[in-house]
């Protein structure tokens, strides 16, 4: 079992930035494909990115590409997201997820084995 704990959003004008951080406990990731997700009111969860744990390999969605940056610190179990240039419109809840096993980052899309409880990220105009 992981459990996952999300940390570092907050309140930001647009074009700031965020640091976001997931923190993995129960186990290792050296097998996960880890990512990202956010909720907006009345919207579905959507994919934000995602990073293979031991290759680095990373896939983001078409509106981050360019402005957000996925990475992993292996050492610390941890797992994080670069927010930069921040828009009203990446206002959300953002989730970290996992799926148990190595798999290429665009299966964690369709496929989340593991959830975190979510962190608040709101962009005033």
């Known amino acids: 079992q992981v459990q996952l704990v999300e940390s570092g959003g907050g309140l930001v004008q647009a074009g700031a930035f965020l640091r976001l951080s997931c923190a993995a406990s129960?186990?290792?990731?050296?097998?996960?494909?880890m990512g990202w997700f956010r909720q907006a009111p009345g919207k579905e969860r959507e994919f934000v990115a995602a990073i293979t744990w031991t290759g680095g390999i990373r896939d983001y969605a078409d509106p981050v590409k360019g402005r957000f940056t996925i990475s992993r610190d292996v050492a610390k179990n941890t797992m994080n997201l670069q927010m930069n240039n921040l828009k009203p419109e990446d206002t959300a809840v953002y989730y970290c997820?996992?799926?148990?096993?190595?798999?290429?980052?665009?299966?964690?899309?369709?496929?989340?084995?593991?959830w975190g409880q979510g962190t608040q990220v709101t962009v005033s105009s």
């Open positions: 129960g186990r290792t990731l050296s097998m996960y494909t």
């Open positions: 997820a996992a799926v148990a096993a190595p798999v290429a980052p665009a299966v964690i899309r369709t496929r989340q084995d593991y």
